[in-house]
């Protein structure tokens, strides 16, 4: 499987540090990133995968316990982000 590039944020933001009650002072120490852009979207996958009451993501396994079924909604997530952040990296 190719490699996944899963650097970028969803959410980055500066870090201030000696903010001051006016906010006058303060000096920028760095980025925070945040969620993975990944994980933004896998999150957003999973939203809309649960949302579906006619999802069939889970193997029809009568023995199959809550974890399984989890556990597979969540692999499927990210097989969606994967694809999403494929996707970002085509040239049009």
């Not at 990133?33 to 896998?42: E, I, N, T, V």
């Not at 999973?46 to 889970?58: F, I, K, M």
């Amino acid at each position: 499987m190719p490699e996944i590039n899963d650097t970028d944020a969803a959410f980055p933001h500066p870090s201030l540090w000696g903010v001051n009650i006016d906010g006058v002072k303060c000096e920028l120490r760095g980025v925070q990133k945040g969620m993975s852009l990944r994980d933004y979207f896998a999150a957003a996958a999973l939203t809309g995968l649960l949302a579906d009451p006619t999802s069939s993501v889970a193997e029809e396994d009568e023995n199959a316990d809550a974890g399984d079924v989890q556990a597979d909604y969540a692999a499927v997530a990210y097989q969606y982000a994967d694809a999403m952040l494929k996707a970002r990296e085509r040239k049009e």
